[in-house]
């Protein structure tokens, strides 16, 4: 909202200056007590040449989002916006110098008159030799996060780039070439700062501040050395459902917290993230009464609207912990659909295309009707299951379009009405179904038999490629005949005719025919018949 906020007491107290812009403002700079500049949304850019007690409005000549600046003298500054915006300040205008990329650009730093960075969205890092004439691309780690958002040099050599999942990276020869430093954070650092050579900080999402006295080779946590008022406390709701074989851990989680132009008053959040919500909720109320072979956690995170806090802070005390998670389903806006019919975007990094493999299959055996769309994407680090992927877990989001059309996103309208609860219903359906195959459901405990009826178990894997078990549970000794039918109806294979007793049983079936031949990959169906009750489950074969 343009605020600006002034000490000049070292914190102790603070004042309030008038900005002149309503616009947000993202970036400070002061070259020395009297001259500084801020930038922001809009093409904003507002100076002082009095310390603040008065600011003036400056025309950038663009009204793209500016998001950094760095000056040199009160004659020579730089800024750097979305889409690739790069200004120049010769001391009395502002013009547009050329980037070379469309990326959003976060930051700038020069270290002397000459020599520069800007750092940016899709890993970018760009030097300039000629004062910002020319840009050129630098080549980032492609294991650091896609999204660098902070730099800062202290020589023409010697340089950091900090950036989300608590990336840092650093260079010692001008960056020709960067190296990973960990920082032992997930939470997205926004700002970074070196006061020589060897010390420096950096600070960003999740009250996070990391300090080291080493170059980066440590990074230290002072978050806890911070004021009590100064820290966000949230509390993530989590739920677990104990396995009854396996430490092995399964998660379910959307995130709770909703946000709009108006926040303070009123962000009723039904798609994002109330959706979500509701469906580790009813994932929840629908395995209640089962056991499952793998432990299973169900949890609301706090702070996602903020910089994925909670998430954030649960999956890097799992990594800590050593907890062994076999894969998180993260749902973020599942409720909205244009145009109809809506499929589900079911997006996962290199790591999780497995699970979004495994996902797709479940829907397309349990929930035909949903129509899926499988994206590998893992730029796409705006949700909970981003932190997953950054501690080492395979995860995917779930979610009504990867990139968003609903027209009410973090607004006050996000409301129930402008959702379809039939989508949002089959998504759940597909979740649950998807959670169910990945605990293993126990067919030691989780199979109740009443009177003569016959009582499925999920296939177990489904989808499969190579053999599935069929589980089924009987209330009383009966006749009993197991087959697998195509879609036509017409029988694949006889797997089991007999006369069982009461109680539980399996049978196998190696995705063969009756003559012993390989079926062909697709959809099938096994049938559990007595004389008097029937019951059937799909199932896919898999290539």
């Known amino acids: 909202g343009g605020a600006i906020r002034h000490t000049g007491d070292g914190g102790a107290t603070w004042s309030t200056q008038n900005s002149t812009t309503g616009h947000t403002l993202r970036e400070v700079f002061f070259l020395d007590a009297l001259n500084g500049w801020m930038v922001g949304y809009g093409g904003t850019i507002i100076a002082t040449t009095d310390g603040g ?14 998001y950094g600046c760095h000056f040199r003298a009160v004659d020579r500054g730089w800024a750097c916006g979305e889409n690739g915006t790069v200004l120049f300040w010769n001391g009395s205008s502002w013009s547009a110098r050329t980037s070379g990329t469309d990326e959003h650009l976060y930051d700038v730093y020069l270290a002397d008159d000459d020599t520069g960075w800007m750092a940016g969205s899709g890993r970018t890092v760009l030097k300039t030799t000629d004062g910002g004439l020319n840009w050129a691309p630098q080549t980032a780690p492609a294991e650091s996060s896609p999204f660098f958002k902070g730099v800062c040099f202290v020589d023409t050599s010697t340089g950091w780039v900090v950036g989300l999942n608590g990336t840092i990276i650093h260079t010692s020869d001008g960056g020709a070439s960067w190296e990973v430093q960990g920082t032992g954070t997930l939470f997205g ?68 917290d909703s946000t709009s132009e108006d926040p303070d008053n009123l962000a009723p959040g039904a798609d994002d993230n109330a959706s979500g919500t509701a469906a580790v909720l009813e994932a929840a109320r629908v395995v209640a009464e089962y056991s499952f072979e793998r432990t299973i956690k169900f949890i609301c995170f706090s702070g996602e609207e903020q910089g994925l806090f909670g998430s954030g802070e649960y999956a890097g005390d799992a990594r800590a912990a050593g907890d062994s998670i076999i894969g998180a389903l993260n749902f973020d806006m599942i409720g909205y659909v244009n145009p109809a019919p809506e499929d589900i975007d079911i997006v996962g990094d290199y790591l999780s295309e497995w699970l979004v493999d495994f996902t797709v299959g479940c829907a397309d055996a349990y929930v035909p009707s949903l129509l899926t769309r499988k994206s590998i994407n893992p730029n796409r ?63 030691t405990s989780s199979l109740p038999g009443r009177g003569g009826e016959v009582v499925l178990a999920l296939a177990h894997p489904n989808p499969f490629t190579s053999v599935t078990t069929i589980s089924f549970a009987l209330g009383k000794k009966s006749a009993i005949r197991v087959r697998v039918l195509n879609v036509e109806g017409k029988v694949v294979s006889t797997l089991l005719e007999d006369e069982l007793s009461a109680g539980r049983h399996e049978v196998a079936w190696q995705a063969m025919d009756d003559s012993g031949r390989r079926v062909a990959p697709g959809i099938y169906f096994t049938e559990v018949a007595t004389r008097d009750k029937a019951a059937a489950t799909k199932i896919v074969v898999l290539r």
Request: glycine letters at 8%; charged letters at 15%; a negative charge.
């Open 189 to 256: 650092l926004r700002w970074v700062t070196f006061v020589s050579a060897s010390e420096g900080w950096a600070a960003g999402y999740g009250c996070t501040v990391m300090h080291t006295a080493d170059a980066g080779a440590t990074w230290e946590s002072q978050r806890e050395n911070l004021p009590e008022d100064a820290v966000i406390r949230l509390k993530n709701v989590v739920a677990t459902k104990p396995g009854t074989s396996s430490n092995e851990q399964v998660v379910i989680c959307g995130h709770f």
């Open 381 to 443: 680090v705006f949700s909970d299951h981003a932190s997953f992927w950054k501690a080492g877990y395979s995860s995917f989001l779930g979610i009504e379009d990867e990139d968003l059309t609903y027209p009410y996103y973090h607004t006050t309208n996000d409301t129930l009405g402008n959702l379809t609860q039939a989508f949002a219903t089959d998504i759940v359906r597909m979740g649950v179904a998807t959670l169910a195959e990945l605990a293993g459901i126990d067919t």
């Open 53 to 66: 007690l008065s600011w003036a409005g400056v025309s950038s000549g663009t009204v793209d989002d500016l």
